[in-house]
């Protein structure tokens, strides 16, 4: 079975940083997208950003892009979401997810496996 599971997350003040890691496993990800999305309650799951395993051709939300960069390490099988210049509006859960497709789909409907999640909390 494929698992996914995120760490870093905290309280940070405003314009502060950090860096989301998700462990991946269960299988090879060549071919698949990994994506970040984040959620607050009572607003849809928004995307992040992605990344496709094989090419590291990466895709960003226009609300993070400049701020937030994300890649993976092949040999720990690990992505990452480093976060700088955070905003309070950036809170959220942020959970990691895998589609079997090598699109960096900002879709979260095209990402069949997720994981729990890692809360981020800007302060003002």
């Known amino acids: 079975q494929v698992q996914l599971v995120e760490g870093g997350g905290g309280l940070v003040q405003a314009g502060g940083s950090l860096r989301l890691s998700c462990a991946a496993s269960g299988r090879t990800f060549v071919g698949f997208s990994m994506g970040w999305f984040r959620q607050v309650p009572g607003k849809e799951r928004e995307f992040v950003a992605a990344?496709?395993?094989?090419?590291?051709?990466?895709r960003y939300a226009d609300s993070v892009k400049g701020r937030f960069t994300i890649s993976r390490d092949n040999a720990k099988i690990t992505v990452y979401l480093q976060m700088n210049s955070l905003k309070p509006e950036d809170t959220g859960v942020y959970s990691c997810a895998a589609a079997p497709s090598d699109f960096s789909s900002d879709s979260a409907d095209d990402y069949n496996f997720w994981g729990q999640g890692t809360r981020v909390t800007v302060s003002s």
């Open positions: 990344i496709r395993w094989s090419s590291g051709i990466t």
